[in-house]
């Protein structure tokens, strides 16, 4: 046989293994193994164990040694196997307890272990017994000798091409694992519509494709990132902390609460527009297309290789437009929150002595929703946006009134039957008026959901409600909430034509309710709101 086989067929893979490493950048620094790299020996000889420990003690690859692990039997190497999860190569006798015992543990390796990384190197003293071609076709090893030409030499050299072609493929399994986890926290990330959540993510991600724990801040030049024009430029302002730094992001810290060193390191950052990697930490800049600056500090666990450096640099420029991204979106939602209010400050205008009531009824729909969702009902709908954009949409319930008569919304006595009627209409107007502008945008907003509620917030469960008359599930969930926190407001406040209700007496009324006025699911969830309350 061939004793260059090795190097006849696998310096290709060897070459271009190296090469994509090399464009990743990891053969520019060394692999940084803390332990030494394990060969598996499984044969049935003693003698053969004790050659190949003599010759192996002096195989030495980046600077780490080899430790020889033995087995005797293809099963006492199986039991091996699933323990130890990073042995970089395998010495496989074929004959042992059977005659294809060495065959198939390849198999069981390759197959049920679903291993590909480890490197086979099949050693027989009967070539005959497995021939070479057979078990190059329909076996995934990586070489096969004759015993006899296994000279200290030739195992040598064989060893350390082989931990070499092991290094190279793993340097690419991290490099696609962590290019995995890069597209994988990109959409997660992505789908975050907070910036003090977005931020904290970005943290736990980078603190995952480096495999540590997260501990670490993330910062922003505040002038830059939040177009405050009241803040200064220079000043630091703290997004988000993990770990020990947990603290430093709470009430919105600023660079005085950040603890020495991590402050001047950051200001380094900012100021050099650079990254900076140490044994024990890192410090990226990270700028977003939109020239806003960010900073991260993160403690790491070991020096990271140029391979490392390259993947949080590919996750910092990917996740670098989330932050324009979150920064536009919170900039649209406070210009539909302005929206909303101007709205229910039209409307409150006439009724001023209403006072805050749309504020409490936004707060009491707001905690409802949410508490329905805690209780497991209505899934299907309540969901992230729904439950931030339906407390803003209630504050539109009763915009319609803009078109009520004063000398009827402000009567401080009963209104008449015909003077009812017209009340009544500030239903379908608000409702009408805000479908209207709600059309002008596509998707779900705090005008389309204000829309269903300004619509139906009137409409009863058994159907005697008013503009159409629907019942139960025909009213739209936002407006069988909105109607409870409505109706409950009302019966507390100070109105021109009532007084004040006391709580008891106005629970009461809800709790009648169920089933007849309400939605019976809304009213249980409601009640468990005020309970919490006054529990506190």
Known sequence: MNSDFLFDDDEDIIDSAATFASLAGADSTPSLRPRPWKVLVVDDEPEVHAMTAMVLADVRYKDAPVEMISAHSAAEARALLTTLPDIACILLDVVMETDDAGLTLVRYVRQELGNSNVRIILRTGQPGQAPERDVIVDYDINDYKAKTELTSQKLFTTMVATLRSYDDIMALEVSRSGLQKIIDASASLFQVRSMQTFSSGVLTQLSALLGGSVSGILCAQRGSLFNDSKACESEIFVLAGAGEYETCSRDGGTCTAIPCPVQPLLNKVLGEKTNIYADDHIALYIRT????????????????????????????????????????????????????????????????????????????????????????????????????????????????????????????????????????????????????????????????????????????????????????????????????????????????????????????????????????????????????????
């Not at 990271?304 to 640099?313: P, S, Y």
């Not at 379908?428 to 998707?443: N, P």
């Open 289 to 536: 297309p939109n020239h806003r600056e960010v900073a991260v500090y993160l403690h790491i666990d070991r020096p990271l290789r140029a391979l490392d450096e390259k993947l949080v640099e590919v996750f910092c420029s990917k996740v670098s437009v989330g932050f324009d991204n979150i920064w536009l979106y919170e900039q649209l939602k406070k210009a539909h929150e302005a929206t909303v209010v101007a709205l229910a400050d039209l409307a409150e205008y006439k009724d001023n002595d209403t006072g805050d009531h749309v504020l409490r009824v936004e707060q009491v729909t707001a905690e409802t929703a949410r508490k329905l969702r805690a209780m497991g009902h209505f899934s299907d709908q309540l969901d992230d946006i729904y439950l931030e954009q339906i407390g803003p949409a209630a504050i539109l319930h009763d915009v319609g009134k803009v078109s009520t008569p004063d000398h009827i919304l402000q009567k401080p006595g009963k209104l008449t039957p015909e003077e009812f009627a017209i009340m009544r209409e500030h239903a379908e107007t608000g409702g009408t008026i805000l479908e209207r502008a709600a059309s002008l945008a596509e998707g779900s907003s705090y005008l389309s959901l204000g829309a269903e509620i300004a619509m139906s917030h009137h409409e009863r469960w058994d159907g005697n409600g008013y503009p159409h008359g629907l019942s139960q599930e025909e009213i739209p969930l936002s407006a069988r909430i909105v109607a409870v926190a409505d109706v409950y407001d009302a019966l507390i406040s100070n109105r021109p034509y009532k007084d004040p209700w006391p709580l008891s007496e106005a629970l009461d009324y809800i709790r009648k309710g169920a089933g007849q006025q309400f939605d019976p699911r809304v009213v249980e969830a409601f009640l468990a709101v005020i309970e919490d309350k006054m529990a506190v």
